[in-house]
């Protein structure tokens, strides 16, 4: 036989019942609530919005920089949030003629490129016509005529120890 519960308890009981009920409600919009802010978030990094219209170069006159930024998937119509600044100026400055590079996102649709190129101030004689050498010491491009800008470092030519020039 059964005793029937108190009023009072049969109450509480439902009092718990429904507040468990609003807990898991709450608990199932919070995480609707991340889920769409998530996907928002998403579609929104990847729509037309956020794609690349405009990429302004700037510095680059014998630097192949067009192609490593085709290389590195840089093209107009690609999503801005895809496009990885660090490894695209790596590869830039990959390139010897390149000193140092930048590449920033400018929200919503455009990337900027800097690029600090190497200057060639000298030219030494090799067997196969001349070498140019930068102004931080990179040998550059081998030529068979020395640019009239250049200085000219020929065959028998030694620095003495206080940064003189003496024939041999």
């Known amino acids: 036989m059964s005793v029937p519960a108190h009023p009072r308890f049969l109450r509480r009981r439902v009092l718990v019942r429904e507040h468990g009920a609003r807990r898991h409600v ?7 609530l991340a889920i769409t802010l998530l996907w928002s978030v998403a579609w929104v990094s990847q729509s037309p919005l956020f794609s690349v219209t405009a990429i302004n170069l700037e510095g680059a006159l014998n630097a192949r920089a067009d192609e490593v930024l085709a290389e590195n998937n840089v093209y107009p119509g690609r999503p801005l949030v895809l496009i990885r600044t660090g490894a695209v100026e790596a590869a830039l400055e990959a390139d010897p003629w390149v000193k140092d590079a930048s590449v920033r996102r400018q929200f919503p649709d455009r990337i900027e490129v800097r690029i600090t190129e190497r200057r060639e101030v000298a030219a030494v004689e090799v067997a196969a016509g001349w070498q140019t050498i930068s102004d931080d010491g990179r040998i550059m491009d081998l030529v068979t005529e020395v640019p009239a800008q250049l200085a ?3 065959a028998g030519v030694v620095f003495g120890s206080g940064g003189e020039l003496s024939e041999v």
Request: glycine content about 10%; hydrophobic content about 60%.
């Open 26 to 32: 709450r608990r199932a919009l919070w995480v609707l």
């Open 152 to 154: 000219k470092v020929g």
